[in-house]
């Protein structure tokens, strides 16, 4: 029985499974997702380096323009890099779909690449965060990085030429009990084209926009639930002195 309410739990609430430990400390990211400035940056990043291989088949580009305050005309331009089965450049109208298939995808990563539409509201913000910035090199994988967050990941560190490559220090500590006990750590060793503060900025970014397409009428659906609360208060107002009418002459 404990069981089944522990799955039960683990299916009502997305991310649940994932939340239950981590093996490393999960960076805070302090995800905006009204700054439209950050949301067009990310939908950048998000198209360029993910769409390849990762599609968003939940999303279609027209809808992420209108919400990020492109035009039709620059979301083609900047925002789609794929092309139709004849070769022509993808319609703003369609989904955020990539050409690779998941055999293909099984056959050269080990494993299909996920769609990436749910991907902040199933792993969180701060999971997706630190993983994009815990890549770090490991010459037994076969595209010889790993990850903290994700040991012996499949997929390879695209983002790598932004960051750099970084290495994982082990080392010993010992305690004020005396305590003798590993500490790991990410040393940047070769520097890539952004700076650590940079590149961090980049990928907050980058989850910006994966918040936002998780739900993107989440800023919108709080801006209904301020006016519902405000509606509810001045309605209880004008019950509360209904009530006191009715019940004036009632002894």
């Not at 299916?11 to 009204?34: C, E, N, Q, R």
């Not at 298939?101 to 050269?108: I, R």
């Not at 520097?191 to 918040?211: C, I, S």
Request: with cysteine; aromatic share 12%.
């Amino acid at each position: 029985m404990k069981k089944l309410i522990a799955v039960i739990f683990a299916l009502m609430i997305p991310g649940a499974a994932f939340a239950a430990g981590p093996a490393v400390p999960l960076d805070k990211a302090h995800v905006d997702v009204t700054n439209e400035a950050a949301l067009q940056r990310g939908a950048k990043l998000f198209t360029n380096y993910c769409l390849s291989c990762h599609e968003a088949g939940f999303a279609r580009y027209n809808r992420v323009g209108r919400d990020l305050g492109l035009t039709e005309e620059q979301v083609q331009q900047y925002l789609i890099n794929t092309t139709d089965a004849d070769g022509a450049p993808t319609k703003v109208g369609e989904l955020m779909k990539v050409a690779m298939t998941k055999a293909y995808g099984s056959e050269a990563f080990g494993a299909a690449a996920p769609d990436l539409t749910l991907v902040a509201r199933v792993r969180g913000t701060d999971w997706v965060y630190t993983y994009l910035r815990s890549f770090y090199k490991d010459d037994k994988r076969p595209f010889g990085v790993n990850n903290t967050v994700f040991p012996n990941v499949g997929m390879p560190h695209v983002l790598w030429e932004l960051q750099g490559r970084q290495e994982l220090v082990v080392r010993t500590e010992v305690d004020a009990k005396g305590h003798e006990h590993e500490v790991t750590e990410l040393k940047l060793v070769e520097p890539g084209t952004m700076t650590p503060a940079e590149y961090n900025q980049a990928v907050l970014d980058l989850v910006t926009f994966l918040a936002y397409l998780g739900e993107p009428a989440q800023t919108e659906r709080k801006v209904i639930g301020i006016w519902v609360l405000i509606f509810l208060f001045v309605l209880f107002v004008f019950a509360y002195f209904l009530k006191k009418e009715y019940w004036k002459d009632v002894h």
